[in-house]
């Protein structure tokens, strides 16, 4: 246990903790209840913040001790990853790439220099955030953790080659490098292909008919028909007719003729028009079906323009390595009975147990081929310490070949971290973005392991974080707010975990040592039953499964336990066919996206009962609400609609005939010129990353100055977008129809967001949550079933609260909510709960215990039944 001496913590941040300091006088001891495993120690050095300013910051001063995990914590919105990411972090980013060169530089991916006095004793740091970069379908499991890299050593080295085959280096067992790579599918496993059955579905139309329905509409699709008559092919005979070769040169030539275009003529007319040096209408060149089909999804920005390309597109199986992403050679190399391929496919669990015999075997002198049994037992066992760490981390039902884009936010910090503890790195401080998301709570006390382990090795571990245990944990908490937005920014206490019992203003508190008190279960009863049976999704096999109806459900179990699978995949596309309906399936931007998409193993099974129940499906998933900076919040719900007309209906704007569109700053009418309604542009430089700088004409404002010039009320369209939620409800206390939107964004904890707010910059939560009031504002029908995929993510304990308040209300008028959660808080106020498991991937995929939290708090073999905060009824 880590002892902190009040000398080493010099709290000088008296105006922020002044009307804490008796709950901070005691700070020799960490609080009881911590289960820190450090061996006792005194810290001499702590890290001093100034003035900080970052965001809604309100020039904070607060000192952090080192080597020990600091918790900060706060309702959504406080601050707290202002201080800990956009203050500390940013601020030892910025240090580091002092030291490095210009040209280096530009190739990080830099935060923005914090607004901060000063900061002293700030050792490295490095961010472990929930961030997935650019998703791509070469990152994996194994590319993440590096363990690809020795099990391509262990391949090259140890493995077992057919008698007449020469050793291969490292790179041939890499999907990513030519030596590797199979050279059918370019080391992806899947090949995209486009035939003609999908580039022609109806083959008794003739080209200039469209038959080609894969060629671009308007314009495009006539340039290329014409472009075919100057090449002397028939454009008004029915494809069918036309010859194979013929077909196949149209559909799939590389080559791009260019050719004059006569607009108007037939193939008899262009003929004579050639012969007879006849001046054409332009030039145009041609690009096959499906070379113009892989270009654009591969280069346009439009989401119309993807999707509708795409499904022209197909993807299946690479017919050369059957998925497998390497060249035969490579393949044809084994060791423990399978290729890499094969191993690769193999969970973590499983992948251990196949590399103990050669890890824990010890060689000698009589050992054949012992020089290669060395080098054997040495690879294994470090693939098999890295294993282990990411096994430690409930990450063992993951397969080494599983890609990132694939993976949850929580489970790719989770992979990071392990990679960390493995790194042996000491003074460094370690800044975590709620590592605990999308954790279970037994899998909860491997990740605080993790965490002691990093600081037993002499590091210091800052987390950003709202879930209890890990509070508790923790030898150091800085609880920030005491609300959100405006009316948070202040560090309203900074110290050992018990000091926050005497703090009267922190939500945290309340939540942190009275947490049996926040049950408030209200008693209703299902009126009827939505019974499903013969489930096959993933890890679940047959599984029959009955949801009540008309009350609120809360599905339970270990991370990669089956969870989503039953419900967010096989309760979704069974309920929607029963309804007669088509899931709304998200345009794909990539690859990687299709890939996504395709490799989604299908559905079995079927309801059998309670459908005439069910009018209405509702998903409320953390995918995000627009994917540029010109969709936010305001567009989302539709707010922005009603805000523009209120802005198009005041005289100056009738004096002027502006229409709603002038408001948009999407239309070239009212937007800023130069920035193109962006409010910022993009300032390339040679040596350094790329800079966002405000618009010099608009100031970032996105508008022209004709716009800006009409008000509604004292302000202007840019003005408005600026504000708040929990602003705009004031300034539009009279408009009913706005209010309705802003109240229902205010009832689940979003009263800080900036309605103009890019939908770039929300998290999956935040996200989550403006879906939620999308569909609350809208007036309840009841018999609809609202199914949620984890919305208390990014919550703090008093907006898990208050989201539970509208869900409720949503139950009460008539409805079903279903819900995959692990915050017991939320499990524990469900009227009922299905528990799945009892482990993960092959372990999981059962139903262990169901019933009320109290039936279920009794179950023996439930993983969830110790951590719910209800007690044993029989």
């Known amino acids: 246990m880590t002892t902190l001496t009040s000398s080493a913590i010099n709290n000088s941040n008296n105006k922020n903790v002044a009307a804490n300091a008796n709950a901070n006088a005691d700070c020799n001891n960490i609080a009881s209840n911590t289960t820190s495993l450090l061996e006792t120690q005194t810290i001499e050095h702590s890290i001093q913040v100034r003035g900080a300013r970052v965001h809604n910051l309100k020039n904070v001063d607060v000192d952090l001790p080192r080597n020990a995990l600091v918790v900060f914590t706060g309702i959504s919105g406080s601050g707290k990853s202002s201080l800990a990411f956009g203050t500390l972090f940013a601020e030892s980013q910025r240090r580091y790439l002092d030291s490095v060169s210009p040209y280096a530089r530009r190739l ?74 199979c050279p059918t599918c370019s ?46 092919y028939d454009i008004d005979v029915p494809w069918y007719k036309l010859p194979k070769q013929t077909r196949n040169w149209i559909l799939f030539t590389d080559d791009t003729p260019t050719v004059p275009v006569y607009s108007t003529y037939n193939i008899e007319q262009v003929r004579t028009a050639i012969e007879q040096n006849e001046k054409p209408s332009y030039t145009g060149t041609y690009v096959s079906a499906k070379n113009f089909i892989l270009h654009s999804f591969a280069t346009t920005q439009s989401p119309l323009t993807k999707k509708r390309v795409s499904q022209f597109m197909q993807i299946s199986v690479c017919p050369e390595c059957h998925g497998k992403k390497l060249k035969r050679e490579s393949l044809s190399v084994k060791f423990a009975g399978l290729d890499i391929g094969e191993l690769s496919q193999l969970t973590l669990t499983e992948v251990a147990l196949k590399l103990q015999d050669a890890a824990y075997a010890t060689p000698t002198d009589d050992t054949v081929d012992r020089e290669k049994a060395i080098v054997a037992q040495r690879i294994a066992s470090d693939i098999l310490s890295r294993v282990e760490a990411l096994t430690k981390l409930g990450l063992g039902y993951l397969s080494l070949e599983r890609t990132t884009p694939t993976l949850s936010p929580g489970e790719l910090q989770r992979l990071r971290l392990a990679t960390q503890i493995r790194s042996k790195l000491f003074g460094v401080v370690y800044v975590l973005d709620e590592p605990s998301a999308g954790l279970h709570p037994a899998d909860t006390q491997a990740l605080l392991g993790a965490l002691d382990e990093l600081i037993a090795a002499g590091n210091s571990v800052f987390v950003v974080e709202h879930d209890v245990s890990v509070i508790r944990h923790a030898n150091w908490v800085v609880d920030v707010g005491p609300d959100a937005g405006t009316h948070g920014g202040e560090v309203i206490y900074n110290g050992p975990v018990d000091g926050l019992r005497a703090v009267k203003n922190s939500y945290t508190g309340q939540y942190l040592f009275n947490a049996a008190s926040q049950v408030k279960r209200s008693s209703r009863s299902p009126k009827a039953w939505l019974k499903l049976v013969g489930i096959e999704r993933n890890n679940l096999q047959g599984l029959e499964v009955a949801f009540p109806l008309g009350v609120m459900t809360t599905v339970t179990g270990v991370s990669g336990s089956g969870k989503s699978s039953l419900v967010s995949q096989a309760l979704i596309e069974l309920v929607y066919e029963a309804l007669g309906q088509q899931p709304v399936l998200e345009v794909p931007t990539g690859e990687a996206d299709l890939l996504q998409q395709e490799l989604e193993t299908p559905t079995g099974g079927r309801i059998v009962a309670g459908m005439e129940q069910v009018t209405r499906l509702i998903t409320v998933d953390q995918k995000v609400i627009g994917r540029t900076p010109r969709s936010n919040l305001a567009t989302y719900t539709g707010l922005f609609d009603q805000v523009r007309k209120r802005f198009a209906a005041t005289p100056e704007a009738k004096a002027r005939r502006y229409n709603a569109g002038r408001f948009s700053f999407n239309t070239t009418k009212g937007r800023c010129a130069n920035c193109e309604g962006l409010g910022f542009v993009m300032v390339e430089l040679l040596f350094l990353p790329s800079v966002y700088s405000p618009c010099q004409v608009c100031h970032g404002q996105r508008y022209n100055d004709e716009t800006l010039e009409i008000t509604y009320g004292d302000k202007n369209i840019a003005e408005v977008l600026a504000l708040t939620v929990e602003a705009a409800h004031e300034f539009f206390v009279d408009e009913p129809a706005i209010l309705r939107t802003l109240q229902a964004l205010l009832k689940v904890g979003l009263g800080y967001l900036r309605l103009g707010q890019p939908a770039t910059e929300l998290s999956g939560g935040e996200a989550q949550r403006i879906k939620l009031a999308t569909e609350l504002q809208r007036t309840q029908r009841g018999d609809t079933l609202y199914v949620l995929d984890e919305p208390t993510t990014g919550l703090h304990p008093k907006d898990v609260s208050m989201l539970m308040a509208q869900l409720n209300g949503l139950v009460d008028a008539g409805n079903t909510v279903i819900m995959v959660e692990h915050d017991m808080q939320v499990a524990s106020n469900s009227d009922w709960v299905i528990d799945i498991g009892p482990g993960a991937g092959d372990e999981g995929g059962q139903i262990v215990a169901q019933g009320s939290p109290e039936q279920v708090a009794c179950s023996k073999t439930s993983k969830t039944a110790p951590f719910l905060l209800a007690e044993c009824e029989s």
């Open 108 to 181: 990080i991916d830099q935060v923005d220099q914090p607004d901060v006095d000063a900061i002293e004793g700030l050792p490295p740091a490095v961010a472990l955030q929930q961030q997935r970069g650019t998703p791509s379908v070469r990152s994996s499991v194994g590319s993440v953790t590096t363990i690809s890299n020795g099990l391509r050593m262990l391949y090259s080295r140890a493995g077992e080659y057919p008698t007449d085959q020469q050793m291969l280096y490292a790179d041939a067992f890499s999907p990513n490098t030519p030596d590797g790579a």
């Open 187 to 232: 080391g992806i496993g899947r090949v995209f292909e486009v035939t003609e059955k999908l580039l022609v579905p109806d083959d008794t139309k003739t080209i200039r008919d469209r038959a080609i329905a894969a060629w671009p509409p308007a314009f495009q699709g006539q340039n290329l028909a014409r472009i075919l008559t100057t090449l002397g």
